[in-house]
């Protein structure tokens, strides 16, 4: 193994260690956070990590296949962050914006 081959080997054996220390405290935080933005938040940055270990199985194959895969998980992962926020913003709406809301709609 030449100079160049090893420094690759090396570095991309870190990219997997550190993908895989940051999926194991986003399960910590899924599993603790304290709200439910706190877990929503942790599930859209998994969805993240997910694909950068993706990404860090493609450079170390050197096979272009999982780049279709990532960016549907991408556009997956946005979406359902963007649900999760309107969610959580209706829900804690205040009560009185609430009901003016629906008095509107209505008329």
């Known amino acids: 193994m030449s100079g160049p081959e090893t420094v690759d080997r090396v570095l991309m054996i870190a990219a997997v260690v550190l993908v895989v220390v940051a999926g194991a405290l986003l399960l910590v935080r899924i599993s603790r956070g304290p709200s439910m933005l706190d877990r929503a938040i942790a ?6 990590v997910i694909i950068a270990g993706l990404g860090a199985k493609s450079a170390f194959a050197r096979d272009a296949f999982y780049f279709p895969i990532m960016l549907v998980l991408a556009f997956l992962g946005f ?5 999760i926020a309107r969610f959580i913003a209706v829900r804690d709406k205040p009560l009185s914006r ?7 709609s209505q008329e």
């Open 43 to 48: 599930l859209d940055v998994l969805a993240a």
């Open 79 to 83: 979406t359902g962050s963007v649900g």
């Open 98 to 104: 609430r009901k003016s809301a629906a008095k509107e």
